[in-house]
C-alpha cells in the first residue's frame, strides 16, 4: 500500500496543502528552506505523531496560528491528526483512545540528517532509535514503556527528597514495578537488536564491503534489579536519581573491530545510519507483511556517485519513496515522480510534474 494523498491545513508554513502522492520515487525538489522537510514531516508525523525534528508539538503549528489538522489517505485507511494544546487521532474517523493504538497505521521509515546522531549522539537517542522501531510491530511495548517511565519519575523525586541512611516510605513500589517493567523492555530490545543486525550486515557489506557489528548494553544486572536497588542506594540518593536500569541501556556499533562513535569517519558513520534505516525498513517488510514509505531527507545530497548508485538500487525495491533534496541532478537518475517547491510572496507553490498543485 501506499500514501494517495496528503492534507495539510496550519502545518508549519502550509496554510492549506492537498497533495496527491503517487507509488514509486517521488522526488520533492526546491531550495533551502522552501519547506521539503515540512512535507515529510507531515507524513512521519502521520505515523509516528511526533516529529524528527522536535519534541514540541507547538513548534508544528504555523506561525500566528493555534492548531493544526493534518491527514493521509493509505490505501483506504485515512489517518488525521488534529492539534491544538492537545493531539488527537482519528483513524477512518474514528477517535483513538490511546496514541499507542494506532501507532505505525501508516508504517514509514525515515532517513533523516538528525539520525546521524543514532552513531554519534547521547545513548538517549539510541534508546529512542531501539523504541520507535520496536514500536512499529510490538504496539504493547509503547505502553509498558510508559508504565516504566512514570515508576522511574516517582523513585527519581523520592531519591532527591531522601537522606542517606533513612528509610524511603513507599520506594518498593516503584521498585517492583520498574523490575517488572524492565525485563520485557530489555528483551524486545536485544530480540531487536538481534533481528536488526541480520538485517544490517549485508546492506552495510553492500555499502561499504566492511562489517558492522551491533551489540546491546545493558544498562543494570537485570537478574537482580531489586537487589541492586537496594545495594546502591546510597549512591543514589546522592546521586538523586535511578542509576540502574532499560533507561540507562545503549546500543554498542563497531567497525572494524572499534566503536564507530569513537573511530569511525564522518562518511562510514553516515553509511551505518543509512543501513540502520535500511535495514529497518526490510525488517518491517519481513515482520508485517507490507512494506513501509520510505522518506529521506537529504542525507543521500552528500554521498558519492557509487554509493548513490548502490543506494538507489536498494530503494528500488520498495513500494513507496519519499526524497527530499536540493539537488536538482537526481531527477535525470529514473523516471522518478517530481514535485517541486517554490516559495511566492513568502508562501509556498507546488508543483506535481507541469501542474501546479497548491496555492496560496
Ligand atoms: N511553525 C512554523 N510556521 C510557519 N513557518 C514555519 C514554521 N516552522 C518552520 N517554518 C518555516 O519553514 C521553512 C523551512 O522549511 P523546511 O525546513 O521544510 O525547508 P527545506 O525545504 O527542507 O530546506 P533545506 O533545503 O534547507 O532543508 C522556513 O522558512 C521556516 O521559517
Ligand atoms: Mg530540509
Known amino acids: 500500500m501506499y500514501l494517495k494523498s496528503l492534507y495539510a491545513k496550519n502545518f508549519r508554513n502550509f496554510k492549506t496543502l492537498k497533495l496527491d502522492l503517487e507509488p514509486g520515487i517521488n522526488l520533492i525538489l526546491g531550495d533551502n528552506g522552501v519547506g521539503k522537510t515540512n512535507l515529510v514531516e507531515i507524513v512521519y508525523f502521520l505515523s509516528t505523531f511526533g516529529s524528527f525534528r522536535t519534541p514540541n508539538d507547538d513548534d508544528l503549528v504555523r506561525f500566528g496560528e493555534s492548531y493544526f489538522i493534518i ?102 513500589i516503584w521498585e517492583k514495578q520498574l523490575a517488572m517493567n524492565a525485563s520485557p523492555i530489555v528483551t524486545a530490545r536485544k530480540d531487536y537488536i538481534n533481528r536488526l543486525l541480520h538485517y544490517a550486515v549485508p546492506v552495510f557489506y553492500s555499502l561499504t564491503g566492511q562489517d558492522i557489528e551491533i551489540a546491546y548494553k545493558e544498562g543494570a544486572d537485570y537478574e537482580n534489579l531489586m537487589e541492586q536497588f537496594k545495594q546502591m542506594r546510597k549512591k543514589e540518593i546522592e546521586r538523586g536519581y535511578t542509576l540502574y536500569g532499560p533507561h540507562r541501556d545503549d546500543i554498542i556499533f563497531k567497525t572494524k573491530g572499534h566503536s564507530a562513535k569513537v573511530s569511525a569517519s564522518f562518511g562510514i558513520k553516515r553509511l551505518i545510519t543509512i543501513a540502520l534505516r535500511i535495514a529497518q525498513a526490510r525488517m518491517l517488510t519481513q515482520i508485517r507483511g507490507e512494506e513501509p514509505i520510505l522518506i529521506l531527507d537529504e542525507m543521500i545530497g552528500e554521498l558519492d556517485k557509487e554509493k548513490l548508485e548502490l ?31 517554490e516559495e511566492r510572496d513568502g508562501a509556498p507553490f507546488i508543483r506535481k510534474g507541469a501542474e501546479t498543485i497548491h496555492s496560496i
Open 71 to 172: 491527514s493521509g489517505m493509505y490505501g483506504d485507511v485515512k489517518v488525521e491528526v488534529r492539534y491544538a494544546d492537545k493531539k488527537k487521532v482519528l483513524v477512518n474517523k474514528v477517535k483513538q483512545e490511546r496514541l499507542s493504538n494506532a501507532f505505525s497505521t501508516i508504517p514509514v521509515i525515515a532517513l533523516t540528517s538528525s539520525d546521524l546522531e543514532i552513531v554519534d549522539g547521547a545513548p538517549v537517542r539510541r534508546r529512542r532509535f531501539m523504541n520507535i522501531g520496536i514500536s512499529m510491530y510490538k504496539r504493547p511495548y509503547i505502553d509498558i514503556l510508559s508504565l516504566y517511565s512514570r515508576a522511574l519519575k516517582q523513585r527519581n523525586s523520592l531519591l532527591k527528597h531522601a537522606t542517606t541512611g533513612k528509610e524511603i516510605s513507599g520506594i518498593e
Open 311 to 341: 543506494l538507489s538500487d536498494l530503494l528500488m525495491d520498495y513500494e513507496q519513496v519519499l526524497i527530499a533534496t536540493t539537488r536538482e541532478d537526481l531527477q535525470e537518475r529514473g523516471d522518478y515522480n517530481i514535485y517541486r517547491i
